[in-house]
């Protein structure tokens, strides 16, 4: 029974498409990057200071308190909030150098407006951070 069931699960793995894994990869790191937009500003609003997020173009973005020298604590690993998005996944990489930066209320001081490009080589998804209100919109 064991046989059978650990023979299943390889031929289900086979089946699954190749070409769907950097789909996948893609799609998963924009809804970790917009989710971290969306932490940043959730922690002004929390910390009553701004808060903010730096995108380097080669993939690592930081989100910090106050200011870029003084990096938010990641409350999952309790580390510095960075993150290397072509160390997480294969072939993604950030597009933009970019910096947003929210107020108390939520409100983009900084980089309102700005365009995030997220890529694989073959496909670019953008997020926009809304003037004003801060939302993070894909486009």
């Known amino acids: 029974m064991v046989l059978v069931i650990a023979t299943l699960g ?3 793995a086979s089946l699954i498409p190749q070409e769907s894994i950097p ?3 893609l799609e998963t790191a924009v809804a970790r990057v917009e989710q ?17 997020i ?5 993939g690592t973005y930081t989100i910090y308190e106050g ?3 003084t990096p938010a604590t990641n409350p999952v690993t309790r580390q510095d909030f ?3 998005i072509s160390d997480a996944f294969d072939n993604v990489n950030i ?7 929210f107020d108390p209320l939520g409100r983009p001081v900084l980089g309102g407006g700005s365009i995030i490009q997220i890529g694989n080589g073959q496909t670019v998804v953008s997020l926009l951070v809304t003037d004003n209100t801060g939302v993070v919109v894909r486009q």
């Not at 971290?36 to 903010?52: P, Q, S």
């Not at 730096?54 to 080669?58: H, K, L, P, Q």
């Open 10 to 12: 390889i031929l289900v």
């Open 23 to 25: 789909a996948f990869n």
């Open 36 to 52: 971290d937009l969306r932490y940043a500003r959730e922690l002004a609003l929390i910390t009553d200071t701004n808060c903010g």
């Open 54 to 58: 730096e995108f380097v173009a080669n």
């Open 67 to 69: 200011s870029t020298a």
């Open 82 to 84: 960075t993150q290397d």
């Open 95 to 101: 597009l933009t150098n970019a910096q947003v930066e």
